[in-house]
């Protein structure tokens, strides 16, 4: 530790603290629309010139800038196939020659979340430059975290065409699609992503125990829109005063029973997993059974005594259990993801499904977003481009 002239340690600001200082000195009074421009001062200390953000689209096809003076210029880049696709797939830094220098594609992390890609221009990179734009990065991307709740600018940028009501609304829902953490990460998708009307998916990660729900509300439009909302907000509420899995189904049947008319209904699937340990337990409350893949194959069905969709007023359910293996991944699905008919044809069916996810799992992509998105897009063009239905995944891998 460095001493002043009477031996005490040296507390005037290095290089390194003064960038990071002009970003948190500023930061808590900032408007959103100087976001960029602000981020793109920070790095020209550095000597980064073009600074960029981007965003990935709602579609999770293209990575598009967020507007801002000094914040570079460029249309959006597809997620497949481009340099900064790759840093957001992979969660790595990525760099590649550009003229007069190297371009540095940094990932946006954000409690395990993915928010985007910042990219800068240098001359050369060493470990004293990595290190700043790494953190750089992730200051960006809490400063983005948190301003989004204020601010339709980042929501705009995301959106590549128009929304409906109902999307709008089942959006807003939504925790992170993705959550990576030691133990455990949960990666989730929802199509069609700018119509989708009665799918949604909630999670929590509470201490050891990650708390997950899908859900999907009968019907289109604002109705299934409106009935995804309270069962989500009831499903919430329940998980938050800290009742046993099989109450939460009871809370939520309450719930839609008494805001809905007698033929209104929503299936449901709540599941609790204990992250040090690895024991899962679930409900079904009409969805397709979850499918649990260990070691890149689909080995079962999580088959388990099923009760009547939320708002039929079922009885108490039977919660089923397993122990997982530290690897394992468990894929949720609405049954719109395989009831769809492509081009008139048989459905898609449950057998192409576990087909395809054991293609994509000999790849051994992680679960940030990939596995789940990979997996969307696949079984979209597997199925004709064809959703006419919601169609929701979520996956979640328990570490060990």
């Given at each position: 530790?460095?001493?002043?002239?009477?031996?005490?340690?040296?507390?005037?600001?290095?290089?390194?603290?003064g960038?990071?200082?002009l970003?948190?000195?500023?930061?808590?009074?900032?408007?959103?629309?100087?976001?960029?421009p602000?981020?793109a001062?920070?790095?020209?200390?550095?000597?980064?010139?073009?600074?960029?953000?981007?965003?990935?689209?709602?579609?999770?096809?293209?990575?598009?800038?967020?507007?801002?003076?000094?914040?570079?210029?460029?249309?959006?880049?597809?997620?497949?196939?481009?340099?900064?696709?790759?840093?957001?797939?992979?969660?790595?830094?990525?760099?590649v020659?550009?003229?007069?220098?190297?371009?540095?594609?940094?990932?946006?992390?954000d409690?395990?979340?993915?928010?985007?890609?910042?990219?800068?221009?240098?001359?050369?990179?060493?470990?004293?430059?990595h290190r700043?734009?790494?953190?750089?990065?992730?200051?960006?991307?809490?400063?983005?975290?948190?301003?989004?709740?204020?601010?339709?600018?980042?929501?705009?940028?995301?959106?590549?065409e128009?929304?409906s009501?109902?999307?709008?609304?089942?959006w807003?829902?939504?925790?992170?699609?993705?959550?990576?953490?030691?133990?455990?990460?949960?990666?989730?998708?929802?199509?069609?992503?700018?119509?989708?009307?009665?799918?949604?998916?909630?999670?929590?990660?509470?201490?050891?125990?990650?708390?997950?729900?899908?859900?999907?509300?009968?019907?289109?439009?604002?109705?299934?829109?409106?009935?995804?909302?309270?069962?989500?907000?009831?499903?919430?509420?329940?998980r938050?005063?800290?009742?046993?899995?099989?109450?939460?189904?009871?809370?939520?049947?309450?719930?839609?029973?008494?805001?809905?008319?007698?033929?209104?209904?929503?299936?449901a699937?709540?599941?609790r997993?204990d992250?040090?340990?690895?024991?899962?337990?679930?409900?079904?409350?009409?969805?397709?059974?979850?499918?649990?893949?260990?070691?890149?194959?689909?080995?079962?069905?999580?088959?388990?005594?099923?009760?009547?969709?939320?708002?039929?007023?079922?009885?108490?359910?039977q919660?089923?259990?397993?122990?997982l293996?530290?690897g394992?991944?468990?894929?949720c699905?609405?049954?719109?993801?395989?009831?769809?008919?492509?081009?008139?044809?048989?459905?898609?069916g449950?057998?192409?499904?576990?087909?395809?996810?054991?293609?994509?799992?000999?790849?051994?992509?992680?679960i940030?977003?990939?596995?789940?998105?990979?997996?969307?897009?696949?079984?979209?063009?597997?199925r004709g481009?064809?959703?006419?239905?919601?169609?929701?995944?979520?996956?979640?891998?328990?570490r060990?």
């Open positions: 530790m460095a001493v002043g002239a009477r031996g005490a340690p040296d507390r005037s600001e290095s290089f390194g603290e960038v990071l200082g970003l948190l000195d500023r930061a808590h009074e900032l408007p959103p629309h100087l976001v960029a602000l981020v001062e920070a790095v020209a200390r550095l000597g980064a010139r073009d600074a960029q953000i981007m965003l990935q689209d709602y579609g999770q096809q293209n990575l598009v800038p967020l507007p801002g003076t000094g914040a570079g210029t460029g249309g959006p880049q597809p997620i497949d196939g481009s340099d900064a696709g790759r840093c957001f797939l992979e969660s790595r830094p990525v760099e020659p550009a003229p007069g220098g190297v371009r540095v594609h940094l990932p946006l992390l409690g395990g979340d993915q928010v985007g890609v910042l990219s800068v221009t240098l001359d050369g990179t060493g470990r004293d430059e700043i734009l790494r953190r750089i990065a992730g200051l960006t991307a809490d400063m983005m975290q948190t301003k989004n709740g204020y601010t339709d600018l980042f929501f705009r940028t995301r959106r590549s128009p929304m009501v109902a999307a709008e609304i089942q807003s829902l939504l925790p992170p699609l993705s959550m990576v953490m030691p133990r455990v990460a949960v990666a989730g998708v929802l199509e069609p992503a700018y119509a989708v009307a009665g799918d949604s998916f909630d999670y929590a990660l509470n201490g050891d125990v990650l708390h997950l729900a899908m859900i999907d509300a009968m019907g289109h439009g604002l109705d299934a829109a409106t009935m995804a909302t309270v069962a989500i907000g009831a499903y919430r509420h329940a938050r005063i800290s009742i046993e899995l099989s109450e939460i189904y009871l809370f939520m049947d309450r719930a839609i029973a008494e805001q809905f008319d007698p033929d209104h209904f929503v299936t699937q709540m599941m997993l992250t040090d340990t690895g024991r899962l337990q679930w409900v079904n409350a009409g969805h397709p059974a979850p499918m649990l893949v260990r070691a890149h194959r689909v080995v079962r069905r999580l088959e388990s005594p099923t009760t009547l969709p939320v708002g039929f007023g079922g009885d108490q359910p919660v089923s259990a397993v122990t293996e530290p394992d991944r468990v894929l699905f609405t049954d719109g993801l395989i009831e769809e008919h492509a081009n008139g044809q048989e459905q898609f449950e057998e192409q499904l576990i087909d395809w996810v054991n293609r994509l799992e000999e790849a051994d992509h992680g940030r977003t990939v596995a789940a998105r990979e997996l969307s897009h696949t079984l979209k063009r597997a481009e064809t959703t006419s239905d919601d169609a929701t995944l979520v996956l979640f891998e328990w060990g």
